[in-house]
């Protein structure tokens, strides 16, 4: 299924205030591939992903969605292929019931009521929430919501998920639960995140950004393993890597 | 302030629930021909902000009190007239519905009183007025403090018409506004104030919130429009206010005048006054004498005769006891569906 | 502050009592409305001395609020902080009005005290009556009737995100004022010199929020019309519960049960 790559060419964006947040971003992901974006704040991580989806449009370069070019024409094709999960699930459930704010996209697409309806019920149920259907999203707890803002994009029935943050803001348990479900997720997905040791548990595939560019491009665990990179852009070694603080003995 | 439905009659409130229908209908129609629907989701959180914003107390300086806003003017200058509008209209019909704050009948005159003249009086021959030759920190708190306080005013002043007309208070004209106007001054320029200091502060820190929104409004208020729409308006109510003063000199007299009439009527009996009575009732319209010029015969001869003309002790002390079995009957009501609701429960259990 | 949290515990009180499933919840939202409506209108039509005959209209608050458990206590609450502006204005009455109005062989009651009580009982009960529509409701289901009724999709939508947001933003008031206060022990309100900068940078984060709500609304097909979800068909109880009550009122209105009753007692005693 190669028509769910997902092409970054010489991708460069400038705010309105003149910020430069992306300075020539190239990089291809396949299909069914599982991606990792790290940098420090203001890497340009989430300007990258609003690119994905076609929130932003670069002034430079381009982005394809299999072969489907993002533009502005192009909107409603793109949307239905990658779904985006916002850093701040507040953002993202507006509805006044969980039900409501799943059921939101795809009525958007015009879909029979009953098909709305199995689609929520499926789309809640695989992020094992459908016990909270009726719940307003202020009930939720942080793991719930982020659960939910899932789901609202798993109606959709996307092949690629975007994820911002993931795991910000969840109790370890709930972070723990979240990484189990990605990991049960077929879809190609990418990540952004500070959680280095998520990243290294659910990314075969890692990409840092640096000042709008990309400054390495590889297999995890040889990125995030490498100290000297990792303090290059104010990042660190993931936890699960680094020797152990008792003991001494190092994992790897 | 608040309209409240106990103060209002059904003619007014339906009035003023068409004409509020009206103008939102009208705004619905701009908002959505301007084709910008990012404005919907930009609508509905600014509404939750403005109604978070009224919680926060404002001290007032060298006064040791504190205010708060109502935040009509600051959505018309954010928002534009027409979604500003639509945006108080929500916030309002919130408040009627989770607060009881002035209730449902009169929903359409608090959103009239609230959103319309600030929205699209105050805002767009005030504000814009002051800001059409371009922005400066002195011209948009000139023109906030004035917008809001003309606004406030307008609309505290229809709150006194409205409430006079409906006719459910004893309080003349004259005294009413006394007491509405000034106080209202002092909300509208708490209002003002605030108000302006917000716009400032976003002026300085992204003026293009403030600069594009006003811009866009307008070209959306056609001020002929507007104008015209307050001489209508304005002639209504003067004509409304004009026949209310030559004919009831004294709304005091007014009032007691009007309500022997009424005591009267379901005094004396009879098939004729009944029939009058249920006219009276069908046409909603129970506090006004003015319909039955036979009754004022009845009433005046009457009067003459008897010193207190109104008044039955049988009608007194039948409606004292049957209120209180009444009241006794539906608290009885209550009770049994709550143990019978009760036993059911227990039974499922 | 306790003002922040009251309005809280309010919104989310009623919420929560509108997700109940008793009779009256099951009742279609549109025969809810439209009942409600009548209520008012009737209720206001009464005329400024009339209280006796108000009476009977306390029927439908008392059986709503049994059938539909709603306790009691907490809407008394609710109600007994009936508007301001009536007490404001009704207390003008008993003074300017003191003419005589219920006579009894031990006291004599004036008009304006007669019309202050009149006042009074019509706030208790069209308080009632909003918040037992919202109580037995919930707001998705207000909105559906608000569609039923030709209610333009734009406005509901936005009347939704409104309420929606209420709750993140009202909590978001209530922190930074908790921050503030922190910091200026002995101060009943924002200081002037900082009017603009905090409620100013309240409203920036607000803006920059709305943008990300609308990313996120655009992301899942979002195209400037809201689609609701089916409507519900209205059946045969839902006309009865409407007709029914409307019957009931204009009974009340028409004619004076209580006085009826009342009548009918002295008429036995004599």
Known sequence: MSHHKIEVNSLKYQYTDGRQALNGVNFLITHGESVGIVGANGAGKSTLLMHLVGILFPNEGEVNVGDVPVTKKTLPVIRQSVGMVFQNPDDQLFMPTVFDDVAFGPRNYQLPEEEVEKRVHEALDTVGVLHLKSRPPYKLSGGEKRAVAIATVLAMKPDVLVMDEPTAALDPKSRRRLITLLQGFTHTKIITSHDMDMVFELCERTIVLKDGKVSADGPTLEVLSNRELMEDCSLEVPLTLQACPVCGRNNI | MHMADALISPVVGGAMWAATTGAAAYSVKKVQYDLDEKKIPLMGVMGAFVFAVQMINFAIPATGSSGHIGGGLLLAIILGPYAGFLTMASILAIQALFFADGGLLALGSNIFNLGFYTCFVAYPLVYKWFTSKGYSQGRLLWGSILAAVIGLQIGSFSVVLQTIISGKTELAFGTFAMLMQPIHLAIGLVEGLVTAAVVSFIWKARPEIVERVSEKALGGVSLRKVVAGLAVATIMFGGIFSWFASTRPDGLEWSILNASAMEELDASGGIYDTIASVQEKIAFFPDYGFKNQERKVIEDTKETDNFWPSIDMGTSVSGLIGGLMTLLLAGITGLVIYFVKKRKREDII | ?270
């Open chain 3, 1 to 270: 502050m306790s003002n922040i949290t009251q309005s809280l515990y309010n919104i989310r009180l009623l919420d929560e009592l509108g997700e109940k499933k008793t009779v009256i919840h099951q009742i279609h939202p549109l025969a809810k409305v439209l009942t409600t409506g009548v209520y008012l209108v009737v209720t206001v039509s009464f005329g400024r001395y009339e209280l006796s005959g108000l009476i009977p209209l306390l029927f439908y608050p008392i059986i709503v609020i049994a059938l539909a458990e709603i306790p009691v206590i907490t809407m008394a609450k609710r109600v007994l902080l009936v508007s301001p502006l009536i007490i404001g204005i009704g207390v003008f009455n008993p003074i300017l009005n003191q003419d005589p109005m219920i006579v009894l062989p031990w006291i004599i009651i004036s008009s304006g005290w007669v019309s202050f009580l009149s006042l009074l009982v019509k706030g208790v009960l069209t308080a009632l009556a909003a918040l037992l529509l919202i109580s037995t409701t919930g707001i998705t289901k207000i909105a559906l009737a608000l569609r039923m009724m030709r209610v333009p999709k734009v406005f509901i939508l936005q009347f939704l995100l409104t309420y929606r947001y209420i709750s993140v933003l009202v909590e978001e008031v209530g922190r930074i004022i908790r921050a503030y206060s922190l910091r200026s022990p002995r101060e009943k309100g924002i200081r002037f010199s900082n009017w603009g900068s905090l409620t100013g940078q309240l409203l920036i984060r607000t803006l920059d929020r709305a943008q990300r709500v609308y990313y996120s609304m655009r992301c899942r097909g979002f195209k400037g019309e809201y689609n609701v979800g089916r409507e519900v068909g209205i059946q045969f109880r839902d006309i009865l519960y409407l007709g029914g009550w409307s019957v009931y009122f204009l009974i009340i209105r028409y004619f004076n049960i209580s006085e009826l009753i009342g009548s009918l007692m002295i008429g036995v005693g004599k």
